[in-house]
């Protein structure tokens, strides 16, 4: 009878050593610019776009939690659609970009797709084997260093 480690678990993810480093499937250098962005840069550049979406509804509104998700979610939406990054993201060196290399930006369908997943939480703290989260694959990006 086979055993739960001769079979493995997709939550698993790849097994090591079989697929390199995080992105090389993506055809991403190993390190440095335009490498796949470590977990702890996109914990914090998340934290610091929730804490000015946060900021910004205690201005305006007297700190609503719908109002919070709402800026955050306009804030995602309409940086990362143009410019590729939020705040968060330029504060710790990351950006987002299309996986397709030659494809010069995100573009309002794809920032629309990935802030509403991101939005619901559960797909993005679902990862792959290189660690994109699930709002990254259905819009088609991947968030590497600057």
């Known amino acids: 009878m086979a055993s739960r480690?001769?079979?493995?678990?997709?939550?698993?993810g790849a097994p090591q050593g079989s697929e390199g480093y995080r992105g090389q499937r993506l055809g991403l250098p190993e390190?440095?610019?335009?490498s796949f962005?470590?977990?702890g840069r996109r914990i914090g550049a998340l934290m610091v776009d929730w804490l000015v979406a946060s900021l910004a509804s205690l201005a305006?509104?007297?700190y609503d939690p719908m109002a919070t998700l709402g800026i955050f979610a306009?804030?995602?939406?309409?940086?990362v659609s143009t410019l590729g990054y939020t705040i968060g993201?330029?504060?710790?060196?990351i950006t987002v970009?299309?996986?397709v290399a030659g494809v010069p930006?995100?573009?309002?369908?794809?920032?629309?797709?990935?802030?509403?997943?991101?939005?619901?939480?559960?797909?993005?703290?679902?990862?792959?084997?290189?660690?994109?989260?699930?709002?990254?694959?259905?819009?088609?990006?991947?968030?590497?260093?600057?």
Request: charged share 25%; net charge positive.
């Open 31 to 34: 390190h440095g610019p335009g």
């Open 89 to 93: 993201h330029r504060l710790f060196g």
């Open 105 to 146: 930006y995100i573009g309002f369908l794809r920032g629309a797709v990935r802030t509403l997943l991101l939005c619901l939480v559960i797909p993005a703290v679902i990862w792959d084997a290189d660690g994109r989260g699930m709002h990254d694959k259905a819009a088609r990006t991947v968030i590497v260093r600057r």
């Open 74 to 79: 306009l804030e995602n939406l309409l940086l």
């Open 97 to 99: 970009r299309p996986e």
């Open 60 to 62: 305006f509104f007297g």
């Open 37 to 39: 962005a470590p977990m």
């Open 5 to 12: 480690e001769d079979l493995g678990s997709w939550l698993e």
